[in-house]
């Protein structure tokens, strides 16, 4: 998974509660992302960010946060987790210092969440 | 926005035979467009892209087309193998080299090889 863990793997929670999900890359990529993937939507961006402290909006924004604080870590944060949250989110990293490969998007694991 | 259609949802197939899928986009200033592959429980896996600059590109058994003016791309599965047995996605992006937007995938296509 091209240097990429994302925490937890699988977490249950309660609607109305917060929840935070970790991203961490060792490639030292400057763009992550974070997907979520639903059965008939494929998968769909929510937020991305190009560098520390730039971040910025994708399709799917509504009622999710993120921040970076580091290169290497990339945070997406629930505030109020709702039913429509339960999905498997996806991290993404791209733009490394290869030619010919800046714009490849190489994925984490995923994270199962469910809100119950 | 980008809006990415692909065909079939689902594509079984004879193993030793070939599959293909394809995808359409709307965006026609796009210009890289990558395949990815997902097995049950596991991230996506790039399997091959292609950029608008190229028509077709070829790894061992999979290959892919491009046509620009159409604004369809296709993926070519060769020989295929139990192991080809997966969800298929396709994606398209504008990228302009100062920057990338996230990926606009398709919904992606079952592929069940069948022995």
């Known amino acids: 998974d091209a240097g990429i863990t994302q925490s937890p793997r699988h977490k249950v929670t309660e609607t109305g509660t917060p929840v935070t999900l970790r991203c961490h890359q060792t490639e030292n990529h400057r763009y992550m992302y974070w997907y979520r993937q639903d059965p008939g939507h494929g998968l769909r961006l929510i937020h991305y960010?190009?560098?520390?402290?730039?971040?910025d909006k994708g399709e799917v924004s509504d009622g999710y946060s993120v921040s970076r604080s580091k290169t290497e870590d990339f945070l997406l944060t629930l505030e109020s987790a709702t039913s429509s949250q339960t999905s498997v989110y996806f991290c993404?990293?791209?733009?490394?210092?290869?030619?010919?490969?800046?714009?490849?998007?190489?994925f984490g694991p995923g994270t199962r969440l469910l809100v119950l | 926005g980008e809006n990415v259609e692909q065909h079939p949802s689902t594509l079984s197939v004879q193993e030793g035979d070939s599959a293909v899928i394809k995808c359409t986009y709307s965006d026609s200033a796009s210009n890289y467009f990558p395949w990815y592959k997902q097995e049950l429980g596991k991230g996506p896996q790039l399997i091959i892209d292609i950029r608008s600059n190229v028509g077709e590109k070829k790894d061992q058994r999979i290959a892919v087309t491009l046509n620009k003016t159409a604004k369809h791309f296709s993926l070519h599965i060769t020989e295929t193998q139990p192991e080809d047995s997966a969800v298929y996605f396709c994606a398209a992006i504008l990228y302009s080299g100062g920057g990338a937007d996230g990926l606009t995938f398709g919904k992606g296509t079952h592929l069940i090889i069948q022995p």
């Open positions: 960010s190009y560098g520390v402290k730039d971040t």
């Open positions: 993404a990293i791209s733009e490394s210092a290869l030619p010919d490969s800046q714009e490849t998007q190489y």
